[in-house]
């Protein structure tokens, strides 16, 4: 990959992401907070765990492409977790911190797009081509996340095309 494609590619879903992430967001909002310990099977995580995760995961997948290094610190994420005291408050951090980490990825010069990091051994690419990686997590959670809402007596919002609850306008 050159770094024209790198760029292009880094756009491409730059954009990607931050039009999924208003979603994201819709979807961890729809939690309630009293029944943010709600899991459907005792295998599953609870909202909470799925929502913390999914929130914190999207910004540290920019973050960690940014930076060009993967590096996951278990008492750092319960550390920040346990700041969050409402839904809302993970909702605000999430809609705070992940435009600011585009906006950093964004910025990055093309050739740095093009500089191989290594997902735990598991594969290395480009720093671009993570960025596919990442949007896929997040919507994988994201799904897991929105099968519990209805079940946990909230609405479901829109995600690609209107729901039972949120028609699409």
């Given at each position: 990959m050159n770094a024209d494609q790198a760029k292009f590619l880094t756009d491409y879903f730059?954009?990607?992401?931050?039009?999924?992430?208003?979603?994201?967001?819709?979807?961890?909002?729809?939690?309630?907070?009293?029944k943010r310990d709600y899991k459907p099977d005792d295998k599953s995580r609870s909202a909470w765990d799925l929502a913390t995760h999914l929130a914190l995961g999207d910004i540290w997948f920019i973050d960690s492409i940014i930076n060009g290094a993967y590096k996951f610190d278990a008492d750092a994420e319960k550390q920040q977790v346990a700041k969050f005291k409402s839904v809302s408050d993970l909702v605000e951090h999430y809609?705070?911190?992940?435009?600011?980490?585009?906006?950093?990825?964004?910025?990055?010069?093309?050739?740095?797009?093009?500089?191989?990091v290594d997902f735990f051994g598991v594969f290395q690419s480009p720093k671009a081509g993570h960025l596919g990686f990442a949007n896929n997590h997040s919507i994988?959670?994201?799904?897991?996340?929105?099968?519990?809402?209805?079940?946990?007596?909230?609405?479901?919002?829109s995600i690609y095309g209107g729901s039972a609850d949120e028609p699409m306008a």
């Amino acid at each position: 990959m050159n770094a024209d494609q790198a760029k292009f590619l880094t756009d491409y879903f730059a954009n990607l992401l931050e039009t999924e992430s208003k979603t994201t967001a819709k979807v961890i909002a729809a939690v309630p907070d009293n029944k943010r310990d709600y899991k459907p099977d005792d295998k599953s995580r609870s909202a909470w765990d799925l929502a913390t995760h999914l929130a914190l995961g999207d910004i540290w997948f920019i973050d960690s492409i940014i930076n060009g290094a993967y590096k996951f610190d278990a008492d750092a994420e319960k550390q920040q977790v346990a700041k969050f005291k409402s839904v809302s408050d993970l909702v605000e951090h999430y809609n705070r911190e992940f435009p600011l980490k585009l906006k950093a990825l964004r910025a990055l010069p093309p050739e740095n797009l093009t500089n191989v990091v290594d997902f735990f051994g598991v594969f290395q690419s480009p720093k671009a081509g993570h960025l596919g990686f990442a949007n896929n997590h997040s919507i994988h959670h994201r799904g897991q996340l929105a099968s519990y809402l209805r079940s946990m007596g909230s609405k479901v919002p829109s995600i690609y095309g209107g729901s039972a609850d949120e028609p699409m306008a």
